[in-house]
Every structure is written in structure tokens, then in C-alpha cells.
């Protein structure tokens, strides 16, 4: 089976819905933000500072890359800033149905409020921070993903529901002709 590659804003549903919809599905799961960690040892905030954006930028892009030979019958949850590479749009594409899940500021803000470990959110007003970067990254969402679901005032089973509903011709290989 082909890969469901969920992407959006932090704080969109991508990791809980995942987790969900893999079990749900029969599925493996993947977060390319844990394998990232795990990888290297550090928390996400600590390669920020060590090494800065560009260099987890590329840690993403190197993630992708194995993923294309390794990884089959995966829900895959992707940091919310991957998109923003072209590149990492292609590999993601080429993975398998990408998924955008969409959410309000509003809602984004309630779910994002008092978690420390997103460092593109520290040191500003929180709430111009997400409105800056939901404006920033909503163009190369829109580019990479085959379909939008919005997760505002849904459960994580309707949205489970939803993408099981509008990924079913995603999910098998073409067949071969006959003959």
C-alpha cells in the first residue's frame, strides 16, 4: 500500500490523527520529527540552538530522501516547516497522498499555547508568530498536499474518518494490464 503523509501548522492534529488513523487502518506510523530526535540525540529546541534552522532543514530533507526506499504502507506526521522546501514538496508527493490538515489561528493558538518545544514559536508574541508563519507556509501546503480537511470543531475520529473516505483510490497500486 501507498503512504498518507500528513502535513500542516504545528498544532493542525498531524501526529494525533496519525497515530489514530494508522491503527486504525493497519498502518505503520512515522513521525519524521521523532526519527529526526532519535537520530540525533537531541530534542528538536536543542538542534535549533545548536545548529540552527538551515541545519534541521536539511536533517528533514535527508529524512525524506531514506524514507523514499524504506518506508511503504506508513501514515507519516511531518514538522509543520518541511513543506517550505521545494524539494521536500517533490519527495513528499512522490511518498504518497499528502494530506493537509487545516486549522484556524484561533484553534492553533489553543492547542500550541504552552508547549515549549516548538521552537520557531519562541521569543515573539505568540499570536503574531503563528499568524506570520500560517501566512508564510499556507502557499507551499496548498502546492504539495492532493487533499485539504480542515480539523476545526472536529473529533480525531471524524477526521480519521474524513481521510479514510477521501483517500480510498490513493491507497492501492495501480493494477497491472492484463494480458
Known amino acids: 500500500m501507498k503512504n498518507l503523509i500528513l502535513i500542516g501548522f504545528m498544532g493542525a492534529g498531524k501526529t494525533t490523527v496519525g497515530r489514530l488513523l494508522a491503527k486504525e487502518k493497519g498502518m505503520h506510523f512515522a513521525d519524521t520529527d521523532d526519527r529526526i530526535v532519535s ?21 528533514e530533507t535527508d529524512v525524506l530522501k531514506r524514507m523514499q526506499e524504506d518506508t511503504r504502507n506508513t501514515v507519516i506526521s ?36 504552552n508547549d515549549g ?6 521569543g515573539e508574541d505568540l499570536a503574531e508568530k503563528v499568524e506570520q508563519l500560517m501566512n508564510a507556509r499556507e502557499r507551499f501546503y496548498k502546492q504539495a498536499a492532493h487533499i485539504y480537511i480542515r480539523t476545526d470543531g472536529r473529533t480525531i475520529h471524524q477526521v480519521v474518518q474524513i481521510i ?16
Open 39 to 59: 537520530e540525533q540525540g537531541k530534542s528538536i529546541p536543542d538542534i535549533f540552538s545548536s545548529y540552527g534552522e538551515p541545519y534541521f532543514r536539511d536533517l
Open 78 to 113: 511531518v514538522g509543520g516547516g518541511m513543506p517550505v522546501r521545494e524539494e521536500n514538496r517533490a519527495l513528499l508527493r512522490s511518498l504518497g497522498c499528502v494530506i493537509y490538515l487545516t486549522a484556524t489561528k484561533r484553534t492553533i493558538l489553543c492547542r500550541v499555547r
Open 117 to 122: 518545544s516548538r521552537p520557531m514559536l519562541n
Open 164 to 179: 479514510d473516505q477521501e483517500t480510498r483510490r490513493f491507497m492501492t497500486e495501480p493494477r497491472q494490464p492484463e494480458g
